[in-house]
């Protein structure tokens, strides 16, 4: 089967392309720059194509023959773009992937959506019928893209949407990185209680449910929060992450107020003149948001099942940042 996966050369987007490549499936990976180790994709044998979805021409290229879409591609963390940027890849992008999708005949299109479009959970765990709350520009825009994908699906194209949780494991080099390098160095300041909720998800349970959402009919039109079995609480986080390391972690409380001040001033300050911040209002959100997810509608409806444990997920991943040389 011929798959399109938009976004393929960042982690998530290459750990997908790798399995379907396993089972023999051909694969274009689109993406607007080269991911870490890129060549890779290449030497495993799938077609990469470097160029932005809000490219027509490039992703109508890319679909010729696609019967899947992966549309994983998306504005992320770019703090030092404007906030039309976000519109412009996570919005009109799609709009256009998807345009493209049904013009071309692709029987099934997979969104890679956000569990942040339901922002600060109120009443945790949350299902996919919580409030939808999105905190900033990336989870808004996100969301905003949802209803476009249920339209092309009343269109007679099959989509499912994806809302992952907290993706990690070997292959990323930011996501969970800056929490690993803290408490390596034995060292972790936790701004407040440190009983906020945090719901990890380890990379290949998310592999798992992309693979059950190819099957014919599947997931089709519904919405699906994917995480790993346990969330938890984000002191207890560190501190299991440490054990994953070997490393014995001290944890000193903080107040949190003065840090969420310092975020969004560092913020307004830096904006005009395009720097990343040393701190932004989005990072210290993990330390008093609460992110804690019920997955049965996936469970009953997908099979969906995560195999990998978050103990065994910290480890691998602690192992692969030592192999890797970003941990020293």
Not at 168 to 182: A, L, Q, S, V
Request: hydrophobic share 40%.
């Amino acid at each position: 089967m011929k798959i399109l996966v938009t976004g393929g050369t960042g982690f998530t987007g290459k750990a997908l392309v790798k399995r379907l490549l396993d089972l023999k499936h051909e694969v274009i990976s689109l993406d607007y720059h080269e991911g870490l180790k890129t060549q890779e994709i290449r030497d495993w044998g799938a077609e990469v194509v470097i160029g932005s979805v809000t490219e027509r021409e490039v992703v109508k290229k890319c679909m010729a023959g696609v019967e899947i879409v992966y549309h994983l591609a998306a504005a992320f963390r770019e703090l030092n773009v404007p906030n039309t940027y976000y519109d412009e890849i996570n919005v009109g992008g799609t709009r256009i992937v998807l345009e493209e999708a049904l013009s071309a005949g692709v029987k099934k299109f997979v969104y890679c959506s956000t569990c942040g479009v339901h922002g600060n959970v109120d009443h945790p765990p949350a299902a996919e019928t919580a409030p939808i709350q999105p905190a900033d520009y990336y989870q808004r825009t996100k969301y905003e893209a949802e209803p476009l994908v249920l339209e092309y699906h009343a269109k007679g194209m099959e989509t499912v949407i994806f809302r992952p949780a907290a993706i990690y494991g070997p292959g990323d080099p930011e996501r969970f990185f800056m929490i690993f390098k803290r408490v390596n160095r034995g060292f972790f300041p936790m701004f407040g209680s440190g009983k906020t909720y945090y719901h990890p998800l380890y990379i290949d349970n998310l592999i798992d449910a992309f693979m059950l959402a190819m099957e014919p009919g599947k997931g089709a039109g519904q919405a699906y929060l994917i995480a790993d079995e346990e969330y938890v609480e984000i002191e207890d986080l560190v501190r299991r992450t440490g054990k994953a390391l070997g490393v014995d972690v001290k944890i000193p409380h903080f107040p949190v107020m003065p840090l969420v001040v310092a975020g969004y001033i560092c913020e307004k300050i830096c904006s005009p003149f395009h720097i990343t911040p040393p701190i932004f209002p989005r990072r210290v959100d993990w330390y008093r948001q609460n992110r804690a997810f019920d997955i049965a509608k996936a469970k009953k409806e997908l099979g969906y099942q995560p195999k990998i444990g978050l103990d065994e997920g910290l480890k691998r991943t602690g192992e692969w940042y030592r192999q890797e040389g970003f941990l020293s």
